[in-house]
């Protein structure tokens, strides 16, 4: 049975239809990457801001008892650079 213009046509059509959805999906699937990659730049900054804070209540309090606050940090550290090292999507 030969293939008419019009079912190649209608496959053709089908095709485009079907790639479509894929590019909407990865374009979706790249916007988040994107909204992921900032979270964890986010994360960075905060930890970094943390941190400095800590050390300064420690220069200003030498009395004070801060190993369960760093314990905190460090565990917050180590989140943070597990989440960091998570590599994105192949593109």
Not at 7 to 28: G, N, P, Y
Not at 31 to 60: P, S
């Amino acid at each position: 049975m030969p293939v008419t213009l019009a079912q190649i046509l209608r496959s053709l059509q089908e095709l485009h239809a079907k790639v479509d959805i894929i590019m909407t999906q990865q374009d979706d699937i790249n916007a988040d990457v994107t909204t992921i990659e900032a979270g964890v730049a986010t994360l960075g900054t905060a930890q970094a801001a943390i941190l400095a804070e800590i050390a300064t209540l420690k220069a200003a309090n030498p009395q004070l008892d801060l190993t369960a606050l760093d314990k905190a940090a460090a565990d917050m550290t180590n989140a943070v650079t597990s989440v960091a090292a998570i590599p994105p999507p192949a593109a």
